[in-house]
């Protein structure tokens, strides 16, 4: 079994700063792409980050200049640097990962978190 498992999230002030962290465990041959997603209350799922293996990064427009996603790949984790936080920013933040797990032929599949709570007080 794969599982990803998020930490970091909390409460802060808005203008504050948060770092999310999550691991990949378990028997997982290569990860491809890792990221966050969020879910607002009352509302869809959305990108918030990703970042390859090759270190190519991809943000939304409404976290560019304020967050960063980085990766240790030999730890199999990705993190997410938040600076500068709105309260629209208030939202249950979701690790994925695409990964290979057991084999070099099984094709790839995404896993995701459990989830960690970000609530952003204005």
């Known amino acids: 079994q794969v599982q990803l498992v998020e930490f970091g999230g909390g409460l802060v002030q808005a203008g504050g700063s948060l770092r999310l962290s999550c691991a990949a465990s378990?028997?997982?041959?290569?990860?491809?792409?890792m990221g966050w997603y969020r879910q607002a209350p009352g509302k869809q799922r959305e990108l918030v980050a990703t970042?390859?293996?090759?270190?190519?990064?991809n943000y939304a427009d409404s976290v560019k200049g304020r967050f960063t996603i980085s990766r240790d790949n030999a730890k199999n984790t990705v993190y997410l640097q938040m600076n500068s936080l709105k309260p629209e920013d208030t939202a249950v933040y979701y690790c994925n990962a695409d990964l290979v797990r057991d084999s070099y032929y099984r094709p790839p599949s995404s896993y995701w978190g459990q989830g960690t709570q970000v609530t952003v007080s204005s």
């Open positions: 378990g028997r997982i041959i290569s990860i491809s792409i």
């Open positions: 970042r390859t293996d090759g270190g190519s990064t």
